[in-house]
């Protein structure tokens, strides 16, 4: 089972950036596509990003496109999620998590050993 820890979230204005990290344990993490998603306050959880265990494909949902760009360093075990000019509507809780497979259109059933989640809040 591998554990995940996400870090790098705050408080920022609107039209700043953050970069979110995702450390992995266990020695396989390069086996895994990685994922990214946000749950704002009394919403779903939805897929932002996701990526490759090699880090050749990624997938973004259409609401970040363009804003932000996930990426991994597998000798590090960290996954990581590079957002820029955020938004107000950007704000929720983001969590990594990982899946054994990568969809075109990623499915949150696909994806497993969830970390605890980091806060992003976005002012206007």
């Known amino acids: 089972q591998v554990q995940l820890v996400e870090s790098g979230g705050g408080l920022v204005q609107a039209g700043d950036s953050l970069r979110l990290s995702c450390a992995a344990s266990?020695?396989?993490?390069?086996?895994?596509?990685m994922g990214w998603f946000r749950q704002a306050s009394g919403k779903e959880r939805e897929f932002v990003a996701a990526i490759s265990g090699r880090g050749v494909v990624s997938r973004y949902a259409d609401s970040v496109k363009g804003r932000f760009t996930i990426s991994r360093d597998n000798a590090k075990n960290t996954v990581y999620l590079q957002m820029n000019s955020l938004k107000p509507e950007d704000t929720a809780v983001y969590y990594c998590?990982?899946?054994?497979?990568?969809?075109?259109?990623?499915?949150?059933?696909?994806?497993?050993?969830w970390g605890q989640g980091t806060q992003v809040t976005v002012s206007s």
């Open positions: 266990g020695r396989t993490f390069s086996n895994y596509a």
């Open positions: 998590a990982t899946s054994g497979i990568l969809r075109v259109v990623p499915l949150i059933s696909d994806f497993g050993s």
